[in-house]
C-alpha cells in the first residue's frame, strides 16, 4: 500500500475558553499560520467565537467543538452542522471525550453527527481514545479500534474529509502522554482499521496525536510514525506556546522521510 505524503495539520482546541476579547490571541495564531505556511492550522472554538473569528482570519481554519446530528428542528439549546457551516466554521471536532463522558454521547451518537456533519459540507475530526482501566488491562488498541468502528458512518465516500485525532482520555490534560512506541502502535493499528474499512481512501486521512501537547514535546511526538498532526488544548490558549507547535510541525514536514 501506497503511503501518501500529507500536510502536517495542528488544530487547537480552546474547549469552553474565550470570550470576544480574545480575538487578538486568534489574530496572532492566524499570523502564525501566514508564517507557517507549509503547515494546515486550525482553531476550534466555541460557539460564540466562531463566526467573530471566522471574518477575521485569513489563514487559519475555524471549527466548532460539537454539533447536533439533524440539521434542524425542536432542540432547544443545541447548533447544527449546517448553522456551523452558515457562520465560517469549516470543521468539527466530534466523540470527543469529554462530550462522551461528560454528555453521555455514546459512538452511535457520534457516527449520526459524523454522518450528518459530513453532509453539510463540514470536515469532521473524529476523537478516539482509551481509558486508564482499558490501557492498564491491555485493552488500549482492541478498545480504540472498536470506538473507531462504531463511530465512523458506514457510507463514507471520498468527497467527506475527515480526519482522526487519537487522544488518551488519561492524557488530557494530566500531563501524562504514552510513550513514542505506544502511539506508534496506535496510529499504526488505527491506520490499518481505516484501510480495512475504507481502502486505499485511509492514506489520505490525517492521524492526530492529542492530549498534554505542547511546546516542549511537539517536535518529538511529530516525529513518530505515522502521527500527520496534534490536536493541542491547554497549550493552544497561549498563542506563544501553540505558534512553537506551528513552527515544530513546520519543521517535521522538512524533515527527510
Ligand atoms: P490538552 O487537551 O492538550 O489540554 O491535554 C487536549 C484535548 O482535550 O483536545
Known amino acids: 500500500m501506497t503511503e501518501t505524503v500529507k500536510r502536517p495539520y495542528v488544530v487547537g482546541n480552546w474547549k469552553m475558553h474565550g470570550l470576544l476579547s480574545s480575538l487578538p490571541s486568534i489574530l496572532d495564531i492566524d499570523r502564525a499560520a501566514a508564517c507557517y505556511a507549509g503547515v494546515d492550522v486550525a482553531l476550534a472554538l466555541p460557539f460564540t467565537l466562531i463566526n467573530p473569528a471566522a471574518i477575521t482570519v485569513e489563514h487559519a481554519t475555524i471549527g466548532g467543538q460539537n454539533c447536533h446530528a439533524a440539521h434542524e428542528g425542536a432542540f432547544t439549546g443545541d447548533i447544527s452542522g449546517r ?14 471525550s469529554e462530550r462522551r463522558l461528560g454528555c453521555g454521547e455514546d459512538s452511535a451518537t457520534v457516527r449520526a453527527k459524523m454522518r450528518a456533519t459530513l453532509d453539510d459540507g463540514l470536515a469532521a475530526i473524529l476523537c ?10 491491555g485493552l488500549a488498541v482492541t478498545s480504540v479500534q472498536e470506538q473507531l468502528l462504531a463511530s465512523l458512518p458506514e457510507d463514507l465516500t471520498p468527497a467527506d474529509t475527515i480526519t482522526i485525532a487519537y487522544e488518551p482520555i488519561w492524557a488530557i490534560g494530566s500531563g501524562s502522554i504514552p510513550q513514542p ?27 492526530l496525536y492529542g492530549g498534554s501537547v505542547h511546546d516542549g514535546n511537539a517536535e518529538a511526538l511529530l516525529s513518530i510514525a505515522d502521527v500527520d498532526g496534534l490536536l493541542v488544548g491547554n497549550a493552544s490558549l497561549d498563542p506563544r506556546r501553540f505558534r512553537a507547535v506551528v513552527r515544530a510541525a513546520q519543521q517535521a514536514s522538512l524533515q527527510p522521510s
Do not use: K, P, W, Y
Not at 448553522?83 to 470527543?96: I, N, S
Not at 478516539?128 to 488491562?137: M, Y
Not at 502502535?185 to 490499518?192: D, E, L, P, S, V
Open 128 to 137: 478516539v481514545g482509551e481509558s486508564a482501566e482499558q490501557r492498564d488491562a
Open 181 to 207: 512506541a505506544e502511539i506508534a502502535a496506535m496510529h499504526g493499528a488505527i491506520r490499518q482499521t481505516l484501510r480495512n474499512r475504507l481502502g486505499q481512501q485511509a492514506e489520505t486521512i490525517r492521524l
Open 83 to 96: 448553522m456551523l457551516m452558515d457562520c465560517g466554521a469549516r470543521f468539527v471536532l466530534l466523540g470527543h
